[in-house]
């Protein structure tokens, strides 16, 4: 009899962990509390996957010889909890598709930085010729693409909650960009055990993997100190020359490891310190992949970030617009608050994630002269800034907010959406923040051109 996995949420990465069982020969059971999509229900039908939307049977899910759990599913989900406490073991997509790749795997976390280095990585080692497929949080669910084929190497982004899943997971390379504070309601709002799951992506690594690390991140650090990697381990620094890792000094990215070069930052496609980081991880991690100096330098010289990430626009009167709608916490708004210079008109706001908005008040007093509040609730961000920032409106019209930050620029500024703030309270999502930024810039350009 075939033994039976049951997968928990038909997003695209539980589509995939089903479509993925299914060919290996698993019995299979989608279970959905909410409704899955028409086009994920036609591919549940067509590989003949039973599945249910709107509730959990428990018997169906308790009689399972193992649950792989959407990311977004709390271990405090009753059904979880009662899976766990039965002795069923409860993994993440990624920790069941590492089963049937032989490729050699780049994992990468943290909480600000990922996604950029992510791209970065996958697109250095595509440029250098490599089969290599991206999965994880961007992208293609990796479970869904085995389907189809493995390859030779995979560039993963990885969450915390993908992370919590994993078991056996062992990549050859894994990168920790940094740690702050986020996320911490699925970790009882402490900041320890938060630290402890991102480490935890090292635990399974050996002396032949490599760990690439912030070594300017007292909360890596601390991490570290408490779960010791047996990886070898590099540091990137922006604070100080590193032994063996990498080195930004303002001008320069110093590798020193197997291999020891320099590139000018100059030839690197990306603005901003944090960028400068995210790029000495992509680069380590490439020189472990075996690529060139060379080939990595011209890489770096074409790469496009991800949407939402820093994006620039367009440019209207001499005044450029640029979409960071990704920039959902302080930490990777501070990010984009000092990339730009000191004549930013900034569009913040949206669902406060309880921040701490004093770590930003250095930059806005240097950077800003204008801050726009796009939200339904504004009262906390303009409390912070009031009298640190000249001029402050509120609106929940991003037309409006664009065409203000028009009129508040002068020429040579950056009207910057960067929001520090989660985007339920007016938007879909993110991404649905940042395409009605990016339509409302667009539309504003037309008719200027018209007038």
Known sequence: MSKKIVILGAGESGLGAALLAKQQGYAVWVSDMGNISESRKVQLHAANIPFEEGKHTE???????EIIKSPGIPNKAPIVKLALEKGIPVIDELEFAARYSKGKVIAITGTNGKTTTTL???HLLQKAGYDVGLAGNVGQSWAGQLVDGDKAWWVLEVSSFQIDGFLSFKPNVAILTNITADHLDRYDYQLDKYIASKVSLFKN???????????????????LLKAPVKAQLAKFSIEQAQAFGAYYDGEVIAIQG???FNIDILNINLNGKHNMQNAMCAILAATAAGIKPDTIKKALAD????PHRMEWVAEINQVAFVNDSKGTNVDATIYALESFGNKLVWIAGGVDKGNDYTVLY???EENVKALICLGTDNEKLKAAFAGRIQTIRETEDIAQAVAWGLELGE??????LSPACASF????NYEDRGEQFKAAVIALTKEKVKS
Not at 59 to 65: Q, R
Not at 207 to 223: E, M, P, Q, R
Not at 303 to 306: L, W
């Open 303 to 306: 790469f496009q970030n991800a």
């Open 425 to 428: 309270d007016l938007f879909k």
């Open 120 to 122: 970065l990585t996958y």
């Open 205 to 223: 690594m050996d002396a032949d993997d490599l760990a690439i690390v912030n070594g300017d991140d007292l909360n890596v650090h601390n991490g």
């Open 59 to 65: 018997a169906e899910i308790l009689s399972a010889d």
């Open 362 to 364: 250095p930059l806005v």
């Open 258 to 260: 197997d291999q020891h």
């Open 411 to 416: 020429r040579g500024s950056v009207v910057l």
